[in-house]
């Protein structure tokens, strides 16, 4: 069985190191396109410009993930089993190979991968293809994405 309350605390502490992954890379690019080596010596010379494109991107990802945090710390935690798939509940599929696929539907930072205990787990969202097609089905059921099937083998 999985504990479900651990379960959210990893995945917390994987946002939360994300954030600060990203924190760390939009300080160096603005470090970098502040920097007065950066200033162009010529209108070809683009590296400082493209170094503040670089440092606003990486200060929007630092907002998305600030704003995935607040999401996870309000999302209500679903025990239980036999129940059909919801936001806050981990799905475990097996594809047409054989392999296993865990994913945790979750209200955001959608593509996130971690691991907890023995587990590479994706976080999903409601509005990513796969995700939208989850919801509402239960152990049993199959569904297809991109030419591929996945049987629903457990929700957590």
Not at 15 to 23: D, E, G
Not at 86 to 99: N, R
Not at 120 to 139: D, F, H, M
Request: charged residues 20%; contains cysteine; glycine residues 8%.
């Amino acid at each position: 069985m999985i504990d479900k309350e651990r379960l959210h605390a990893a995945i917390i502490a994987a946002i939360t190191s994300a954030t600060n992954n990203a924190m760390n890379a939009a300080n160096q690019a603005h470090e970098t396109a502040t920097n007065k080596e950066s200033v162009a010596e010529n209108k070809y010379d683009t590296f400082g410009l493209e170094a503040s494109y670089l440092a606003h991107g990486q200060a929007q990802r630092v907002a998305e993930y600030k704003q995935a945090l607040s999401c996870y710390r309000d999302l209500a935690i679903v025990s239980g089993i036999d129940l059909s798939i919801d936001l806050g509940m981990l799905v475990k599929l097996k594809d047409e190979t054989g392999a296993e696929l865990y994913l945790f539907l979750g209200p955001a930072a959608g593509g996130l991968k971690f691991h907890f205990d023995d587990l590479a787990i994706t976080l999903i969202t409601p509005s990513s293809p796969l995700g939208k097609s989850l919801l509402g089905l239960e152990v049993g059921d199959e569904v297809e994405r991109q030419n591929k099937s996945y049987d629903i083998l457990a929700i957590y």
